[in-house]
């Protein structure tokens, strides 16, 4: 499977009250007309310039091994590579927002407007999430359509930057999946642009395959956790850190 895909449902930017959570706004805050008048400004640019696709391709789990290894910078040991030796299905991804939404947000910045400026950047990345999520679907669906899994199978994604994956991983990732193709490119520093992007593996199993002890190196320096929040949505249980 190598497709790429427009991503046309997340050309609208997420509701008010989401915009405002991703700016820590609890949702029992009253806002001012000030702030209400921000986050419509910030969607309506959104809507106005995002330009969202993204591509996936399938790959062997030998030939990410060799995707993962990289340059030889990660920090291992790591949960990864024991998660996709249990995978039903493999994919690299990467997605998009577009180059548009990405240039605004600089331009707002360099127009003294950071108020608004955030609120795109805010906005943009969430859809960028989303586009990540759309996609580790897609590639599920087709999964399930053709046997390869049953029901109860979920993808999930993971990216280089994480979870002990160098981000130098990210020029093998690209050089096997080609993001340019999509307008996606690298810098010498690993950095994608437009910013607003993603990429990685999609790796589809059981829920299982994906729940690992947070007992590695580096999650003692990892202030949020965010991967209990990623795993325990495919059991539908709380995140918890011990």
């Given at each position: 499977?190598?497709?790429?895909?427009?991503?046309?449902?997340i050309?609208l930017?997420?509701?008010?009250d989401m915009?405002l959570r991703?700016?820590?706004?609890?949702?029992?805050h009253?806002?001012?007309d000030?702030v209400?008048g921000?986050?419509?400004k910030?969607?309506?640019l959104y809507?106005?310039?995002?330009q969202?696709?993204g591509?996936?391709?399938?790959?062997?789990?030998?030939?990410?091994?060799d995707?993962?290894?990289g340059e030889?910078?990660?920090?291992l040991?790591?949960p990864?590579?024991?998660?996709?030796?249990?995978?039903?299905?493999?994919?690299l991804f990467a997605a998009?927002?577009g180059?548009?939404?990405s240039?605004?947000i600089q331009e707002?910045?360099q127009?003294n407007?950071?108020?608004t400026?955030?609120m795109l950047?805010g906005i943009?990345?969430?859809r960028?999430?989303?586009?990540?999520t759309?996609?580790?679907?897609a590639?599920?669906?087709s999964?399930?359509q053709?046997?390869?899994?049953?029901?109860?199978a979920?993808?999930?994604?993971?990216?280089p930057?994480?979870?002990?994956w160098?981000?130098?991983g990210?020029?093998?990732?690209?050089?096997?999946?080609d993001?340019?193709?999509?307008?996606i490119?690298l810098?010498?520093?690993?950095l994608?642009s437009?910013?607003?992007s993603?990429?990685g593996?999609?790796?589809v199993?059981?829920?299982?395959?994906?729940n690992f002890?947070?007992?590695?190196d580096?999650?003692?320096?990892?202030a949020?956790w965010?991967?209990?929040?990623?795993i325990a949505s495919?059991?539908?249980?709380?995140?918890?850190?011990?």
């Open positions: 499977m190598r497709e790429i895909l427009p991503l046309d449902a050309r930017a997420p509701p008010p915009v991703r700016q820590g706004v609890p949702d029992d009253e806002v001012s000030q209400k921000l986050v419509e910030a969607i309506s809507e106005a310039l995002a969202p696709q591509i996936v391709a399938g790959i062997s789990l030998k030939d990410f091994e995707v993962f290894d030889g910078r990660n920090d040991p790591a990864l590579p024991a998660i996709v030796e249990k995978a039903d299905g493999l994919a998009t927002i180059n548009p939404v240039e605004k707002l910045f127009e407007d950071p108020a400026a955030c950047d943009a990345s969430d960028a999430e989303m586009a990540a759309m996609l580790a679907q590639f599920l669906d999964l399930l053709n046997g390869v899994v049953d029901s109860e979920r993808a999930l994604a993971y990216s930057g994480y979870c002990g160098h981000i130098t990210q020029k093998k990732l690209f050089a096997s999946l993001p340019g193709k999509i307008d490119s810098n010498p520093s690993c994608m437009p910013i607003k993603v990429s593996v999609l790796v199993g059981h829920p299982e395959i994906h002890e947070n007992d590695f580096f999650c003692l320096d990892c949020t965010e991967c209990r929040s990623r495919l059991f539908q249980l709380s995140p918890t850190k011990n």
